[in-house]
């Protein structure tokens, strides 16, 4: 695909391919027709795309490909300066100049909406090319080795798993690394607490496989939901209605009970094991280091492969930021936070989970009027109420360490983000230390508090004094010059420049 205009309509529900020919208009897409090997080549292809932020990379001749091509950076950072976020906001339907606020207010108000269920259709070009059986091999596809001293393949990193409880109240979709076996077989995290080993444990009790359905593809919003911590018994597909305004169109499986969106290019179905009786990993997880630990895992037996023609597999090189784990994980689960402190009645401007950071940070913004919207509340109360709502909601125990401004800071300005941090956080006072659940993976933790899955948590107090009671003014242009010497300055400069003689230009 050849790059073309720089300008992109956005589109209300668009599948994979409308979302490629998009990035490719605005220059963010790169089809890459030599042939590469899905073992390590694809990943490293990847790795170097993510690391100089260069455009989406389309792989149209993966070795042993057979119809499938693999997908990298499609919702990573972009190169542009002007609109990094382009990718991100075309996949949630956005200008791709959106900023970071108005993407987390728009995922967060969704929460606010009555859900639109689905709606079931008779057929879909996930399913043009259906096998079965013996014919729904693994080895037929393209499944990628993403970093040296992995576990093996790994089937899935972006596509999202389908799973019901056993008496259907409840379909979750979720996103969960998943690691090849063999042929048939595969095997994933089932980490406690989360919605996926919920449901999978609600079948063990039963003494019955769960059934499951993996799909890759799709509107590209969905692995964005299916990345959103939401309160247990809530259906992500409803969400996503709700967040489009129409309800998303689902096709059922060929051999299982359960549905899939009928655009999605590839899906594989089956069932997974009452018993954790396979080794998964390692795998080069999202905070960027490459680990040794292994855990006992559940199988899935693969029934049924169905897939569109030529159908576009998306994967993600997990590593060190910026990648598309750090973009949905930290955009998700701002807008989640944002969420639950407006419903506590704190009033807070925006919540930022800095990409850099890998998702180990979190930033949370209030109002200027605060103290006369919660009279007789220091910052520390403030911030003590703010650190139990993000402790006790579904993904406090991924974020360590917490901080609080003021919103006189954009906190997805990398360099705002850090003169604020580096000129009001004390080094050692107005700091809240928790000590509750953590995720495993977290690198900043011992591995004596990673195998106990406890340790502890910080909340960073950076709010400056009241106006007139001891807050300095910023030595910026906005604040330390008068509002009529701006303007100047700004249409003089802010016009373009004005062509000088030749002869001048040659010091004549």
């Not at 979302?19 to 790795?47: M, W």
């Not at 910052?379 to 909601?393: K, P, Q, Y």
């Not at 954009?410 to 928790?434: F, I, Y």
């Amino acid at each position: 695909m050849a790059r073309t205009e720089r300008r992109c309509p956005v589109t209300e529900l668009p599948d994979l391919r409308s979302h490629l020919a998009a990035l490719d208009r605005l220059g963010e897409l790169r089809v890459v027709t030599e042939e590469v090997d899905p073992d390590l080549e694809v990943a490293a292809f990847a790795r170097h795309s993510y690391e100089t932020r260069s455009p989406a990379l389309l792989f149209d001749r993966p070795r042993g490909g057979q119809g499938v091509r693999l997908l990298a950076r499609q919702a990573a950072l972009s190169g542009d300066p002007d609109r990094p976020l382009a990718r991100v906001a075309l996949s949630l339907g956005r200008p791709p100049d959106s900023s970071a606020a108005d993407l987390v207010r728009r995922l967060a108000e969704v929460r606010e909406r009555a859900p639109v269920p689905p709606r079931l259709v008779a057929a879909g070009p996930c399913q043009e090319v259906v096998r079965l059986g013996a014919d729904a091999g693994l080895d037929r596809l393209p499944v990628p080795t993403l970093h040296l001293g992995d576990g093996g393949p790994y089937v899935n990193t972006w596509g999202t798993i389908v799973a019901r409880t056993p008496d259907g109240s409840w379909t979750n979709w979720s996103i969960s690394r998943v690691q090849q076996l063999d042929d048939r077989r595969m095997t994933g995290l089932f980490v406690p607490g989360q919605h996926l080993t919920m449901i999978w444990q609600m079948w063990a009790e039963r003494g019955e496989p769960m059934p499951f359905a993996l799909f890759q593809g799709g509107a590209p919003a969905i692995p964005f939901v299916s990345s959103m911590p939401l309160p247990d018994h809530v259906d992500e597909v409803g969400y996503l209605g709700a967040y489009y305004g129409r309800p998303l169109d689902l096709v059922r499986c060929v051999s299982v009970d359960l549905a899939v969106p009928a655009d999605a290019e590839l899906v594989i179905e089956g069932t997974v094991s009452t018993d954790r009786d396979a080794d998964e990993g390692p795998f080069g997880e999202y905070p960027g280091y490459l680990v040794t630990e292994t855990s006992r895992q559940p199988v899935y037996t693969v029934t049924a492969v169905t897939h569109r023609h030529d159908a576009v597999w998306p994967l993600v090189a997990e590593g060190r930021p910026v990648d598309e784990y750090h973009t949905a994980a930290g955009l998700c689960f701002s807008a989640e936070a944002l969420g639950l402190l407006h419903a506590a009645g704190l009033p807070v401007t925006t919540v930022w989970s800095p990409f850099e950071t890998a998702n180990h940070w979190l930033v949370v913004t209030v109002a200027a009027d605060w103290r006369e919207r919660l009279p007789h509340t220091g910052t520390g109360e403030l911030c003590d109420r703010i650190g139990e709502v993000v402790w006790a909601s579904k993904f406090g125990f991924t974020v360590p360490k917490l901080f609080v401004l003021d919103d006189d800071v954009d906190p997805a300005d990398t360099g705002e983000l850090l003169w604020a941090l580096g000129t009001r956080q004390h080094p050692v006072d107005r700091s809240a230390v928790s000590v509750g659940e953590i995720l495993p993976i977290l690198a900043c933790y011992s591995d004596a508090e990673r195998q106990a899955r406890t340790g502890p948590r910080v909340v960073h107090d950076c709010l400056l004094p009241p106006v007139g009671a001891g807050r300095l003014a910023q030595s910026s242009l906005r604040e330390a010059y008068p509002a009529d010497l701006q303007a100047r300055v700004r249409r003089h400069l802010d016009r373009p420049p004005t062509p000088h003689p030749a002869e001048v230009v040659a010091g004549g």
